[in-house]
Structures are given as structure tokens and as C-alpha cells.
């Protein structure tokens, strides 16, 4: 039982590079959340998809897009890069929304040049 | 503007001391959330507080509700080096789906 798992664990991107961060969970959880945290920031939800099938902007949308694969997996795609985006992502699940426990995967360090 | 509000940002004491997170909001939450997260980790859930002027305790740590459901303390009785990490305040307030996360204080305990 691995609980949530997140790749890459580090990525150096440049400026108007693409990539996707791949995030899974094993608890058959309804409910996936990817937030970006930044110092000083706490944790700011960028999408969150409360069911599979379904996906909704969170506080801090723009410049990413997400995919809800099925009921395991949930990418978050950065289209072109920016240094704004350098910061640390985190995903996470719950077994449904609200007040729910959330379960947090390792993170991955992201780094734009 | 963060709906929650956590102070103090930053912490620093002697192992043996006690300390005080403070949570505040101008909003009502349904419940509220603490979690502590250690460098190079993802927050882990430590207690969730549902009903206003709950107190819950888990070992030497207490966890207050306000009444309101407005606010929330986190109190650490005799802290250790074991203690330190960062401590993240989540709730959800009244009809929303999703969670708030507070800014966070970083707590170090020094031997």
C-alpha cells in the first residue's frame, strides 16, 4: 500500500518548456487534489477533481491543466513554463471532499529557469 | 488574503517549553484540520476538530476549536526536538467542497 505516489521527484525545466507531473493513488479514494506550496504561501489549490470524470479550478488555476485518468491517476500539465511556477507540488486525495483527511504524496521540486 | 490566518509564522524554543499555534479566520468552517509536515515530506493529517469548543489531545499536544468555529489553537505541553516541522491549519468552510490551508508556522525545538 503505497498511499500517493509522485514522479518526478525533481525537474529543471527552462522558460517555455513543457512537462506533466504524474500522480497516483492506491486508497480508491473519489476525490484528487493538486496545490503548489510556497514559502510563506502555505499550500494554494490549483485544480481538484472530486470524482472521476470531473475536474474544477482551485484558488490558483492559470498556466497549468489536469487530467483525471481514471479513478487512480491525476496529471497536472505546465503547457510553457514560467519561473512563477517554480515551487513545490504536491498532490493529494481524500475519500470524498469537505472535511475529509487528505493523504499527501512526497512532492515534486520544480525548478524553472 | 488567506482565509486562515496562523501566527506566530515562525517559532523557536527550548526542548522542556511550551508553545501555542494560534488559527484564525473571519469565516465559519464545518471542521478544521492540523496537519504537521517535516522538510522534504507531504503534510500529514494529526487531528481533525468538528464541533465549536471541542478540545482534543493526542499525546502532549492539544487541539482547540473555538466556539464560533471560527478559530483554533494547537498547544504543545513539555515540546521535544521530535516536535519540530512545519504545522499547517486546513478547513473547510460552511458549503465548500474544498480546503483552505493556512500559511503555516514553522516550529524549531532546540535540545
Known amino acids: 500500500n503505497a498511499g500517493v505516489t509522485q514522479t518526478p521527484k525533481f525537474q529543471v525545466l527552462k522558460t517555455g518548456q513543457s512537462m506533466t507531473l504524474q500522480c497516483a493513488q492506491d486508497?480508491?479514494?473519489?476525490?484528487m487534489y493538486w496545490y503548489r506550496q510556497d514559502p510563506g504561501m502555505g499550500l494554494r489549490l490549483i485544480y481538484y477533481s472530486a470524482s472521476e470524470g470531473t475536474t474544477d479550478k482551485g484558488e490558483v488555476p492559470n498556466g497549468y491543466n489536469v487530467s483525471r485518468l481514471n479513478k487512480r491517476e491525476f496529471s497536472l500539465r505546465l503547457e510553457s513554463a514560467a519561473p512563477s511556477q517554480t515551487s513545490v507540488y504536491f498532490c493529494?486525495?481524500?475519500?470524498?471532499?469537505?472535511?475529509?483527511?487528505?493523504?499527501f504524496g512526497p512532492g515534486t521540486r520544480l525548478l524553472v529557469l | 488574503t488567506q482565509l486562515l490566518e496562523q501566527s506566530p509564522q515562525f517559532l523557536s524554543i527550548q526542548e522542556g517549553e511550551n508553545l501555542t499555534v494560534y488559527c484564525n479566520s473571519s469565516?465559519?468552517?464545518?471542521?478544521l484540520q492540523w496537519y504537521r509536515q517535516e522538510p522534504g515530506e507531504g503534510p500529514v493529517l494529526l487531528v481533525t476538530v468538528v464541533t465549536g469548543g471541542e478540545v482534543k489531545k493526542l499525546k502532549r499536544l492539544t487541539f482547540q476549536f473555538g466556539d464560533a468555529r471560527k478559530d483554533s489553537s494547537l498547544h504543545i505541553t513539555a515540546a521535544q526536538p521530535g516536535d519540530t516541522g512545519l504545522y499547517l491549519c486546513?478547513?473547510?468552510?460552511?458549503?465548500?467542497?474544498?480546503?483552505?490551508f493556512g500559511a503555516g508556522t514553522t516550529v524549531t525545538v532546540r535540545a
Open positions: 493529494a486525495s481524500s475519500e470524498q471532499g469537505g472535511g475529509e483527511t487528505q493523504y
Open positions: 486508497m480508491n479514494h473519489n476525490s
Open positions: 486546513a478547513g473547510n468552510a460552511l458549503g465548500d467542497y474544498k480546503l483552505s
Open positions: 469565516s465559519v468552517f464545518s471542521s
